[in-house]
T-cell receptor, first 114, second 112 residues
């Protein structure tokens, strides 16, 4: 089965802690994206990557970091600098880096702060 | 990129009725307008998309209407079914852009 997997489904963060959300795809897609979803706020872009070893900030990158060492993987770290991390995080990929390419989304990770 | 404004925020429609969701944009460079459908607890999935060279695109019960001069586009769901209950996001982008700009979403509930 081709697709995007995100883990864990639920993640709990303590104050001052960094946490990492996993995103893996086996679609052989070049581009990958991280979005944050809050009620009534739509999908806001955190980071995106069009090619391995390269990534760009989205609209709300502060308090987050990413890496793209492998084509299949695009982990997102929520750092302690992100003061309001509680949200639903969605990873997506597309075959190429153009906005017109269909984006395929993973099932999401819900992050909660203890 | 500039924002895409979506309305209404929520919508309740009776089974068999027509659901209409509207979006407006400002950036005249936008030339691709997809709609994504998201069920609770799941990631969104592409539902239907349109380019501005046509004014309407239909796929089954789902139709996008596009008004280039007004910079507006809308999603019509004919014969709405309870299984259509989901959150719908419009989006826009340009051929030269790397990312999509999403609207804030419309939560649709189709009552049996």
């Amino acid at each position: 089965d081709g697709g995007i997997t995100q883990s864990p489904k639920y993640l709990f963060r303590k104050e001052g802690q960094n946490v990492t959300l996993s995103c893996e795809q086996n679609l052989n897609h070049d581009a990958m994206y991280w979005y944050r979803q809050d009620p009534g706020q739509g999908l806001r872009l955190i980071y995106y990557s069009q090619i391995v070893n390269d990534f760009q900030k989205g609209d709300i990158a502060e308090g987050y970091s990413v890496s793209r060492e492998k084509k299949e993987s695009f982990p997102l770290t929520v750092t302690s600098a992100q003061k309001n991390p509680t949200a639903f995080y969605l990873c997506a990929s597309s075959s190429a880096g153009g906005g017109w390419e269909t984006q395929y989304f993973g099932p999401g990770t819900r992050l909660l702060v203890l | 990129q500039q924002q895409v404004k979506q309305s209404p925020q929520s919508l309740i429609v009776q089974k068999g009725g027509i659901s209409i969701i509207n979006c407006a944009y400002e950036n005249t460079a936008f030339d691709y307008f997809p709609w994504y459908q998201q069920f609770p607890g799941k990631g969104p999935a592409l539902l239907i998309a349109i380019r501005p060279d046509v004014s309407e695109k239909k796929e089954g019960r789902f139709t996008i209407s596009f008004n280039k001069s007004a910079k507006q586009f809308s999603l019509h769901i004919m014969d709405s079914q309870p299984g259509d209950s989901a959150t719908y996001f419009c989006a826009a982008t340009s051929t030269g852009y790397s990312t999509l700009t999403f609207g804030k979403g419309t939560m649709l509930l189709v009552s049996p």
